[in-house]
């Protein structure tokens, strides 16, 4: 993977957009696939829209989202101490004592800390138990009062836990908000691979919002382009660290290469054009059954209208829904790649789901 890309998925990882407040986000996407869309336009929902190919009569819809999970400030004690509220699933024994970062009046960052009674003067029962309610926890900015706290921090104000890029060995990355800033990357890089290669179909990449509090960006999204088949690409579990559960993940390695989901959610014949794709282009697949489908954008889009033909392409991930997520440079790559070949196996005149 070149640099440039990889800074702008360092970019995307960097920036504060909890499900809700996703426009810093979008504009670093913006910025980088305007060279490489036909068009590029951004929804009421701030669904940000990267089309190629727009005239022909078949659209393909790629997706991924764009938010991530979040805090938003609740309560503000006499002392300034704020308590929050989460945005999507927050794991709330990994909050305390980390660093976080809320998008502050006028846009201002303002930084603070999550703090916790100190171990010393917990009682047995409080250190075994660990938080229970995200009420057991504070956020301490410095402030002296909830005048100046209110002031720099309104009631509903945005944050995040503030966490940085950490490239690994072996090609592999840590960060937050791989969940699904990765995703996005692997779609907006696959339009990339498109651009100037001759497509029998409409290609709508959308970077959706709101997906950790219910799939709705990706809802009003699919409603607005009304595609004939659509690919959502999101990450899954991988199952190949110590906290690991391959039997009910499936077997998915970090470095193993895409996942493509298989199960009643995704339609075969287009499955079908993704397995052909991958042994024309020697990308190796990884397989994971899924008996439903209703936690990625792919039911969204599936529901949408009439009903779509989706496929789901996932990217292996370590530590979902914390700061330290982990992903392979390399299986980012080869999603990417996959799926612009898949795309460019679509004929003029696809035939999706079943047939009698």
């Given amino acids: 993977m070149k640099q440039k890309q990889i800074d702008f998925l360092r970019s995307l990882c960097e920036s504060i957009t909890p499900s809700g407040w996703e426009t810093p986000g979008q504009r670093i996407v913006a910025d980088y696939v305007g060279k490489y869309a036909d068009s590029v336009s951004m929804d009421c929902h701030g669904n940000l829209h990267a089309v190629v190919n727009p005239d022909a009569p078949v659209r393909i819809m790629l997706d ?34 980390e660093r976080v970062i809320f998008q502050g009046a006028d846009g201002k960052p303002v930084r603070g800390v999550i703090g916790r009674k100190a171990i010393h003067l917990m009682t047995t029962k409080e250190r075994e138990e660990g938080v229970k309610e995200i009420s057991d926890l504070w956020v301490d900015i410095g402030s002296n009062s909830a005048k100046e706290t209110l002031a ?105 290469g895409p996942v493509v989901g298989v199960g009643p959610t995704y339609d075969h014949k287009l499955n079908e054009i993704v397995f052909s794709a991958a042994k024309k282009s020697k990308t190796d697949v990884q397989i994971q059954p899924r008996n439903r489908g209703n936690g990625t954008d792919a039911f969204a889009i599936r529901h949408t209208r009439s009903g779509v033909p989706v496929a789901q392409i996932s990217i292996p991930l370590r530590y979902m829904h914390s700061a330290v997520e982990v992903v392979s440079l390399d299986d980012l790559d080869r999603c ?21």
């Avoid at 950490?166 to 691979?193: H, K, Y």
């Avoid at 970077?207 to 382009?225: D, H, K, N, R, Y």
């Avoid at 690409?233 to 039997?247: Q, W, Y």
């Avoid at 990417?336 to 079943?354: K, M, N, R, Y």
């Fill in 64 to 97: 991924a989202h764009c938010d991530e999970i979040g805090l938003m400030t609740q309560y503000v004690d006499e002392n300034g101490f704020i308590f929050v509220q989460p945005v999507g699933g927050i794991n709330l024994q990994l909050l305390q004592g």
């Fill in 152 to 256: 720099a921090l309104p009631l509903g104000s945005p944050g995040i836990v503030e966490s940085g890029w950490r490239e690994l060995m072996n090609g592999r990355v840590s960060a937050r908000a791989f969940d699904d800033r990765a995703g996005v990357f692997v779609v907006i890089d696959a339009l990339r691979r498109l651009k100037g290669r001759k497509l029998n179909v409409a290609v709508h990449a959308v970077s959706a919002t709101q997906e950790e509090v219910g799939l709705l960006g990706a809802t009003t999204a699919a409603f607005g382009v009304d595609p004939h088949a659509g690919i959502a690409v999101d990450v899954t579990f991988a199952s190949d660290d110590p906290g690991g559960m391959p039997k009910k993940t499936g077997t998915v390695k970090l470095g193993g």
């Fill in 336 to 356: 990417a790649q996959l799926i612009a070949e898949t795309v460019a196996s679509i004929p003029a005149s696809p035939a999706f789901g079943p047939r009698l």
